[in-house]
């Protein structure tokens, strides 16, 4: 199922954390704060554990959204396309 | 329609811009980045129209979901609710 993951999270080494999770995951970066993917049942259970793993008591939260295909198609994207992996190498 | 804005604005005057149009329009903040509210679909054509106004050539990339009710109700929160409120009047 097509599942979208969008953050806040205050502590950069953990966010950058949780970003690395949801790439090892197969999750696709599409902002700064949010991946999207396209996950089995128990992908998405696995994922939901490993970010609550990873999160803790941390000053976070973590929205995880499974999306029907109509949603996705659907989507509106306005703007440019931003360069993620580089502000990563930023931090 | 349940409907999802997220977005990543680099510049701050834009980004508090974008966040108090999604206000006006009704969307409550659910992240930093990211706000939800129940539109009607000439609402949501209205939104994306002001949006996109907003926006016009900057480093900005926003994406509006349509979700199902379904979606909502399958959503995993996790972590702690952050108070938006307070960051922004930080900026």
Same mark, same amino acid.
């Given at each position: 199922?097509l599942?979208?993951? !969008?953050?806040?999270?205050?502590?950069?080494?953990?966010?950058?954390?949780?970003a690395?999770?949801?790439?090892?995951?197969?999750? @696709?970066? !599409?902002?700064?704060?949010?991946?999207?993917?396209?996950?089995?049942y128990?992908?998405?259970?696995?994922?939901?554990?490993? !970010?609550?793993?990873? #999160?803790?008591?941390? @000053?976070?939260?973590?929205? !995880?959204y499974?999306?029907?295909?109509?949603?996705?198609?659907q989507? #509106?994207?306005?703007?440019v396309?931003?360069s993620?992996?580089?502000?990563?190498?930023?931090v």
């Amino acid at each position: 199922m097509l599942t979208l993951v !969008i953050y806040d999270i205050t502590d950069d080494e953990l966010r950058n954390k949780v970003a690395d999770f949801l790439k090892l995951k197969g999750l @696709k970066r !599409i902002q700064k704060s949010a991946f999207l993917g396209d996950l089995t049942y128990s992908e998405r259970v696995n994922l939901e554990a490993g !970010i609550r793993h990873l #999160i803790k008591d941390a @000053k976070a939260n973590v929205q !995880i959204y499974p999306l029907t295909p109509a949603s996705y198609s659907q989507r #509106i994207v306005i703007g440019v396309e931003l360069s993620y992996e580089d502000e990563e190498y930023l931090v």
